[in-house]
């Protein structure tokens, strides 16, 4: 059975720091590429940064700069360090798993196939 587990979220204020961890299990995530989504309420959700195997990452603009996605392929587990967030970054944080080694576009979610419950984080300004 495959499992995506995302844990380190919470309330922070404005310009603080968080880290995300995702563990997998029941799937070689260190053979596919490995992404964080987000979803604010009333929006769809959105790719926030991706990881493929080669270690490669991409980022949503929105991002880039502040977060940084990382893999531990020896635990299975993804990481993603959340630094000077704001009130835009408060949002249900997913973490996805695709079946391409390279990622797909963090705009096709339909690229991935295997989803977390996800981990809430509220950044208070």
């Known amino acids: 059975?495959?499992?995506?587990?995302?844990?380190?979220g919470g309330s922070v204020q404005a310009g603080a720091s968080l880290r995300l961890s995702c563990a997998v299990s029941g799937f070689p995530a260190s053979s596919y590429c490995m992404a964080w989504f987000r979803q604010r309420p009333g929006q769809e959700r959105e790719?926030?940064?991706g990881i493929d195997v080669e270690g490669s990452t991409t980022y949503a603009d929105s991002v880039k700069g502040r977060f940084t996605v990382s893999r531990?392929?020896?635990?299975?587990?993804?990481?993603l360090e959340m630094?000077?967030?704001n009130a835009e970054d408060t949002a249900m944080?997913?973490?996805a798993a695709s079946w391409e080694r390279l990622c797909p576009p963090l705009s096709l979610t339909a690229g991935f196939g295997f989803?977390?419950?996800?981990t809430?984080?509220?950044v208070a300004s």
């Open 115 to 118: 989803w977390g419950q996800g």
């Open 47 to 49: 790719g926030v940064a």
């Open 93 to 95: 944080y997913y973490c």
């Open 83 to 85: 630094g000077s967030v």
């Open 120 to 122: 809430q984080v509220t």
């Open 1 to 8: 059975q495959v499992r995506l587990v995302e844990s380190g």
């Open 72 to 79: 531990d392929n020896a635990k299975d587990i993804l990481n």
